[in-house]
C-alpha cells in the first residue's frame, strides 16, 4: 500500500513554524520583509507571486509587490534591485523568473545581494549550497528535503536518481542529498537508458517538465517517488512529471501533484525570508 504525501500539511506546519519565530521577532521591534519582483504578464508567474503574497500574509511576514510593465529595460529591473539591496527595511528580494527576452536573467540574479537572495540563486550561495555552509538552500530542494524528513524517509546510503539538471531543481537536490549521505544519479534528457538508473533507485525525484513522463515500468517496488513537476495535462488539469495512478501502485511513498512539491517551495520560502531577517539583525 503507499502512502501520499501531503506537502499542504506539511508546509502549513513549515509555514506556523515561521509565524511563530516572526511574533517574537515582532516583540523585539524586528519586521520580517520581502520584496517581490514580477515583469511581464506571464500568467503562471502571476499565480506564482500570489501564491508567495499570500503566504506571507499567513506568516507575518510584510510583503512588497513590484509589478514592472514587459516593457521595463535591464537597467531600470537593475536599478530597483540596487535601491532594494541598500533598503535597510528589505529582508529578502526575489525576482519571478522567467524574465522578457530582453533582459538578462544571469546578470538579474548576480545583482541581488547575496544576503538577501532568499531563492539561493546568487553564484556566491549556490558555492555555499556546495560546501554545506549555507544559510539559504534553494526553495524547492530543500521543500523535498522537509517533506522526506517529516514523514522519516531515510536517504543515508539510498539510491537517489534524481531526473532532471537545472541549477533551480536538479543541481541543489542533488548538493542536499549528497549532504545528507544519499548516493546520488542526476539524469537529464542525453541520459541513455534512463530506465536501467530509474529502476535501482530506492527514492526518484522528477523534475523534467514533462506530464507523466515516469511511468510505471521505470519504478521499482517499493520506491520513493517525489514529482517536482507542474504542467498541464491534455485536459488542461495541472499534473506532474509522474503518471500518478498508475505509479502509486508500485511506490512506498508518492507525492501529488498539485498539494506536493509546491506548497513547500512556497514555506521554505518564508523560512528562508526569516533566516535573512535573523541574519541581518545579527539574531
Ligand atoms: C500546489 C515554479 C516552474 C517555474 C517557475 C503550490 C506552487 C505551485 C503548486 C507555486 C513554481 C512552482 C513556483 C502548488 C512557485 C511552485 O499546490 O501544488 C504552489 O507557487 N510554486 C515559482 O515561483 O516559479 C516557478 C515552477
Given at each position: ?35 517581490v519582483?514580477i515583469?511581464?504578464?506571464?500568467p503562471a508567474s502571476r499565480v506564482y507571486v500570489n501564491n508567495k503574497k499570500k503566504a506571507c500574509e ?5 510583503s512588497?509587490e ?30 519571478q ?169 512556497i ?17
Amino acid at each position: 500500500m503507499y502512502k501520499r504525501i501531503d506537502g499542504k500539511e506539511v508546509s502549513s506546519y513549515i509555514k506556523n513554524q515561521v509565524k511563530i519565530e516572526v511574533e517574537k521577532l515582532a516583540e523585539q521591534g524586528v519586521e520580517v520583509s520581502l520584496a517581490v519582483i514580477i515583469v511581464g504578464n506571464n500568467p503562471a508567474s502571476r499565480v506564482y507571486v500570489n501564491n508567495k503574497k499570500k503566504a506571507c500574509e499567513a506568516t507575518g511576514i510584510i510583503s512588497h509587490e513590484y509589478a514592472l510593465s514587459e516593457e521595463t529595460s535591464e537597467a531600470e529591473l537593475l536599478n530597483l534591485i540596487n535601491k532594494l539591496n541598500s533598503d535597510e527595511k528589505i529582508n529578502g528580494i526575489l525576482c519571478q523568473l522567467p524574465l522578457p527576452e530582453h533582459i538578462d536573467e544571469k546578470k538579474v540574479i548576480e545583482a541581488i545581494s547575496p544576503m538577501k537572495d532568499v531563492d539561493c540563486f546568487h553564484a556566491v550561495n549556490v558555492g555555499k549550497l556546495w560546501l554545506g555552509e549555507y544559510e539559504f538552500a534553494a526553495c524547492t530542494p530543500m521543500g523535498v528535503m522537509l517533506l522526506l524528513d517529516y514523514y522519516g524517509i531515510d536517504v543515508e546510503g539510498k539510491n537517489c536518481v534524481i531526473i532532471g539538471r537545472s541549477n533551480i531543481v536538479g543541481k541543489p537536490m542533488a548538493s542536499l542529498l549528497l549532504e545528507k549521505s544519499a548516493t546520488v544519479t542526476v539524469c537529464h534528457s542525453r541520459t541513455q537508458n534512463l530506465s536501467f538508473f530509474t529502476k535501482n533507485a530506492d527514492i526518484v525525484i522528477a523534475a523534467v517538465g514533462k506530464a507523466k513522463f515516469v511511468t510505471a515500468d521505470m519504478i521499482k517496488e517499493g520506491a520513493v517517488v517525489i514529482d517536482v513537476g507542474i504542467n498541464r495535462d491534455e485536459n488542461g488539469k495541472l499534473c506532474g512529471d509522474v503518471d500518478f495512478e498508475n505509479v502509486k501502485e508500485k511506490a512506498s511513498y508518492i507525492t501529488p501533484v498539485p498539494g506536493g512539491c509546491g506548497p513547500m517551495t512556497i514555506a521554505v520560502l518564508m523560512k528562508n525570508t526569516l533566516a535573512a531577517a535573523k541574519n541581518q539583525n545579527n539574531i
